[in-house]
């Protein structure tokens, strides 16, 4: 099976920055894509910003400038630095993994547990 566990979150005042880390283990899969959503209560979750393979990173309009995705292959390891922060970005943040399962040739998501981060202000 494949796991994320994502880290990094908690309380942020304004102005600061935080880098959230998501580590996906496991064996008999390749990534396709990797990206992190977040979910403010009431609202429903989000895209803020998206990996793939050899391809152009994507972020929300809300976070562009602010927010950076990078990818660590070695280490399985995909990176959310958030500089800038703002009282709207306080969410639960989720990992989100798009595998290829190697042994059945199917493509598959996986999701971290989320991390909370709070920006007081």
């Known amino acids: 099976q494949v796991q994320l566990v994502e880290s990094g979150g908690g309380l942020m005042q304004p102005g600061g920055s935080l880098r959230l880390s998501c580590v996906v283990s496991?064996?008999?899969?390749?990534?396709?894509?990797m990206g992190w959503y977040r979910q403010a209560p009431g609202k429903e979750r989000e895209l803020v910003t998206s990996?793939?393979?050899?391809?152009?990173?994507n972020y929300a309009d809300s976070v562009k400038g602010r927010f950076t995705i990078s990818r660590d292959s070695a280490k399985n390891t995909v990176y959310l630095q958030m500089n800038s922060l703002r009282p709207e970005d306080t969410a639960v943040y989720y990992c989100?993994?798009?595998?290829?399962?190697?042994?059945?040739?199917?493509?598959?998501?996986?999701w971290g547990q989320g991390t909370q981060v709070t920006v007081s202000s």
């Open positions: 990996i793939t393979s050899g391809g152009p990173a």
């Open positions: 496991g064996s008999s899969f390749s990534l396709n894509a």
């Open positions: 989100n993994a798009n595998v290829r399962l190697r042994i059945w040739n199917t493509d598959r998501s996986y």
